[in-house]
Antibody, heavy 121, light 108 residues
């Protein structure tokens, strides 16, 4: 079965960087894009970006351009999301999520368990 | 606009029907997907495309469209349907993917 297992919770100081990993299993890793989505406390879902594990190409949310970097390691079936220059408003649960086509619709069908990132001095 | 707009909160009496809407220009070009999220859990897709349910999703969940608005209808709401519901679609300008702000459904 498809599983996306993320790294554990992080606490960072403002200005620092954080890297969250997401290890995929149960499907052909290079066949499906992976997204990163975050959710601040009590807030909605915010799309952060997407990575194609096949070639490593990425597209980032305009709001995060210059601060976010998504990479992948095909040998370990793992994708990484690094966010730099952290500020308090980056405090959120970060999800990796697998894209698929179901009933002809491109959507996110599986989600990781989420990684809580807290930015606090 | 590349945004999707949802009502923040909706309530429904147990066993009654409720409709949650999602409005945005992108919905004229792309289908929406609807996600249910319960506290402390990752989202789960309940309806996608024109009106399709992934396996395991009860048939009381259905989707529909009119113009730039997508709707999620729960016919005969159950206590376990109390959750946050998010719409999501692709967009043709700005960020390629966008989520609505979410609707908190309360089952009374």
């Amino acid at each position: 079965q498809v599983q996306l297992v993320q790294s554990g919770a992080e606490v960072k100081k403002p200005g620092a960087s954080v890297r969250v990993s997401c290890k995929a299993s149960g499907y052909t890793f290079t066949n499906y894009n992976l997204h990163w989505v975050r959710q601040a406390p009590g807030q909605g879902l915010e799309w952060m970006g997407i990575i194609n594990p096949n070639g490593g190409s990425t597209t980032y949310a305009q709001k995060l351009q210059g601060r976010v970097t998504m990479t992948r390691d095909t040998s370990t079936r793992t994708v990484y999301m690094e966010l730099s220059s952290l500020r308090s408003e980056d405090t959120a649960v970060y999800y990796c999520a697998k894209e698929s086509t179901i009933f002809g619709v491109l959507l996110i069908d599986y989600w990781g368990q989420g990684t809580r990132v807290t930015v606090s001095s | 606009s590349s945004e999707l707009t949802q009502d923040p909160a909706v309530s429904v009496a147990l066993g009654q029907t409720v409709t949650i809407t999602c409005q945005g220009d992108s919905l004229r070009s792309y289908y929406a997907s609807w996600y249910q999220q319960k506290p402390g859990q990752a989202p789960v897709v309940v309806v996608c495309g024109k009106n399709n349910r992934p396996s395991g999703i009860p048939d009381r969940f259905s989707g529909s469209y009119s113009g730039n608005t997508a709707s999620l209808t729960i016919t005969g709401a159950q206590a376990e349907d109390e959750a946050d519901y998010f719409c999501n679609s692709r967009v043709s300008s700005g960020n390629p993917w966008v989520f609505g702000g979410g609707t908190k459904l309360t089952v009374l």
